[in-house]
């Protein structure tokens, strides 16, 4: 059968980690099709906890192939404290594919990323700092290296040898304006050292008195290319081949629509698109591939670094519910920001996406909550408009207009119909599907895996 995309429907930290493992259940293939190691999805099964960023949410099942794509932007050294770290976990077997033609995040897009985000100041994006639009900036440059140019020394040492030199020379540019290549490396691999002692020391000798060395460079090069090296192939063809025979595949997006490099909240964004939209790109295969698409959305809003935040507020009740939700960057660790639901931009991401399906995550958290409220439109410039500016200072200046409805205090973690929801619950997701104009096919009500209730079979 086609293709089913996950994508997140408002700025990230949906919950996509937990529904796309719970989809994998009846999927062949996962493919993830965009972004890098700044992704992190938490999954929780069995009683345990596990962080992804890279790896596939069906890394877990050993006759799932999981698949990194060729819009994926490939971190080995992450990569590989990943590996290491669900193995310790006692995951030990599973199938990875990688693209050939995935683009690599090197050390050097690491520093980049670190200085950026110092020269930007008041202009920072709130990068994980982790190199990816370093990365895909090369790309765009078409002067990255991909995963099969690892297995050819000589384009290999051409390569390094041109980036090496010109981001040298980039490093001089943002020292000259008071940026220290020393302190902003130290800061984007600061939860690097706190997770892989090892890992942190290789990456911290490729600077050689404040400078980038070619030759660690290459020598990190060719133990990726060993690293890596089991895992290449075309994934282009083994997708669409899937996709002939009519296995279930399944396309997971990193990150979510609003920061979407086109469709996102400008410039706040990734440096690549988690719209269902990019997936057949970023797969190597046919736009008809995608039957359908799960948005996943909080049954609240959430966003971790800089950027327009309509609805957000801060009280006792934000409080509430970051601390009930967990609402801490799986990546980053960092505090997200709380905000009510905000149906414009979920309208938005339906629009851009093609929304057929929502999964309405985290619903438990709300209760406890006596009115809980929902934005339905903009005031901006003293008009009111239901879709999202496109303007930076418009966005900024728009004030949400409010629909509010009843909360409920029932402890809904362990209801397993919908049926036996209390009613204001139930009404709660049936006005979310009335203002996005997509229907509500699953509802999670705790983290677990288990903790899902299915409304319609996405499969």
């Known amino acids: 059968m086609p293709g089913i995309a996950v994508v997140g429907t408002q700025w990230g930290d949906e919950g996509k980690g937990k529904i796309s493992n719970l989809l994998s259940n009846k999927a062949d293939l996962v493919v993830r099709y965009q972004g890098g190691n700044n992704a992190g999805h938490s999954i929780q099964f069995d009683g345990k906890r596990f962080a992804l960023h890279l790896l596939p949410s069906a890394i877990f099942n050993p006759d799932v192939k999981n698949v990194l794509a060729n819009g994926v932007v490939v971190d080995p050294m992450g990569l590989m404290t990943e590996i290491k770290s669900i193995r310790e976990q006692g995951i030990t077997e599973f199938q990875l594919f990688i693209s050939d033609r995935a683009h690599i995040v090197m050390p050097y897009h690491v520093i980049l990323d670190g200085m950026q985000e110092e020269f930007r100041q008041a202009r920072i994006i709130g990068t994980t700092k982790r190199g990816i639009g370093p990365a895909y900036t090369d790309k765009a440059e078409r002067i990255g290296i991909r995963t099969i140019d690892l297995f050819d020394d000589a384009l290999l040492k051409s390569l390094i040898h041109d980036n090496v030199y010109i981001k040298n020379k980039m490093l001089d540019i943002y020292e000259a304006e008071g940026v220290n290549v020393v302190d902003a490396y130290e800061s984007a691999l600061v939860k690097v050292k706190g997770k892989d002692a090892e890992a942190y020391d290789k990456l911290k000798s490729v600077l050689v008195n404040n400078r980038i060395s070619e030759d660690r460079i290459f020598e990190l090069a060719i133990e990726y290319r060993d690293f890596l090296k089991p895992y290449v192939t075309d994934t282009s063809v083994m997708i669409f081949d899937a996709l002939q025979n009519n296995e279930n595949v399944l396309f997971e997006g990193a990150q979510g629509v609003l920061l979407c490099l086109d469709h996102g909240t400008y410039p706040f964004v990734t440096s690549s ?18 039957e359908k698409t799960v948005g996943i959305v909080k049954a609240y809003s959430t966003r971790v670094g800089a950027g327009a935040f309509p609805t957000k507020f801060d009280d006792e009740i934000s409080t509430q519910i970051r601390e009930v939700g967990r609402e801490f960057g799986t990546t980053t660790g960092r505090p997200r920001l709380v905000g009510w639901f905000d149906a414009v931009l979920v309208r938005h991401a339906a629009r851009t996406s093609g929304l057929t399906d929502l999964s309405i995550m985290l619903l438990d958290v709300l209760s406890n909550i006596e009115t809980i409220k929902i934005c339905n439109s903009y005031t901006v410039n003293g008009k009111e408009v239901f879709n999202v500016p496109a303007g930076e200072t418009d966005f900024n200046s728009a004030t949400p207009n409010y629909i509010e409805l009843p909360g409920w205090t029932e402890d809904i973690t362990g209801i397993e119909k919908f049926d ?35 409304l319609n079979e996405i499969w």
């Open 420 to 454: 036996d929801l209390p009613e204001n619950a139930k009404a709660y997701v049936r006005k979310i599907e009335e203002l996005t104009k997509v229907k509500a096919s699953i509802v999670s009500v705790g983290p677990d895996r288990a903790q899902t209730i299915i």
């Open 273 to 290: 698109s988690p719209t269902s939209s990019s997936a057949p790109l970023n797969a190597g295969i046919p736009a008809s591939s995608i």
